[in-house]
């Protein structure tokens, strides 16, 4: 898992837009799986990065249908599996239709958070080998980030997430971290490893814990 955190307007979204070519750097490259990304066929390229982003697209259709978009022949128990691995299956329970829930334009009948989770369980459908997450469990309450997060860690070796996040909780257990300002990577390192060097990510952490404290009272 590779997270990445850093101010709003750090380039964050710029940088893993780059994983699945929707931009590409004006110098370097992007290699994935050891290959300059620009080598891979396009189409092959996206097929293996399940993208999703802070602002979901959702169709109107059943929940079931914005699950299983692109994936013909998806079996109830398959979407009801991606369902549960993001978090969504209790909400789909309690709705009237369950699955057959009709969504409305861009999602209008779910809330910000059931949005983003009904995208990460079409995403989690796929299999796709790279997860890239901007800022996609924003929506969600911390508890709930949790658990998906840890779900998603049982796939290690399965596959690669990279996560966008402001929260610093949820990239707190990341493989490496890269802390981002102004365009660059201003630090890198674990969690433990960045606290120690006193820099712009233990200051954003201790702000957030803060924060935290304050909410609670």
């Keep these: 898992m590779l997270g990445v955190v850093g101010r709003t307007g750090a380039g964050k979204s710029t940088l893993v837009e780059m994983i699945p070519r929707l931009l590409d750097p004006s110098e370097g490259r992007v290699l994935v799986g050891g290959r300059d990304a620009r080598e891979v066929p396009l189409g092959t390229l996206r097929k293996s990065v399940g993208y999703v982003q802070q602002d979901v697209f959702l169709f109107s259709d059943t929940v079931a249908g914005n699950i299983a978009f692109g994936q013909l022949g998806a079996s109830d128990e398959q979407i009801t599996e991606a369902a549960r691995e993001a978090e969504l299956l209790d909400n789909v329970q309690s709705f009237s239709d369950g699955f057959e829930t009709t969504v409305g334009e861009r999602g209008i ?8 989770r009904t995208a990460i369980a079409r995403a989690l459908l796929h299999e796709p080998p790279i997860l890239v997450f901007d800022d996609a469990l924003s929506a969600v309450d911390t508890a709930t980030e949790r658990q998906i997060l840890q779900r998603l860690r049982r796939r290690q070796g399965q596959q690669t997430l990279v996560l966008v996040s402001h929260r610093i909780s949820a990239v707190q257990d990341a493989d ?9 990577v201003a630090e890198r390192g674990t969690h433990d490893d960045l606290i120690e060097q006193g820099g712009l990510y233990a200051r954003l952490h201790r702000k957030q814990m803060l924060e935290e404290e304050i909410e609670a009272l």
Excluded: Y
């Design 176 to 184: 490496l971290i890269l802390v981002l300002e102004e365009g660059r």
């Design 109 to 116: 009948t779910l809330s910000g958070g059931q949005k983003q």
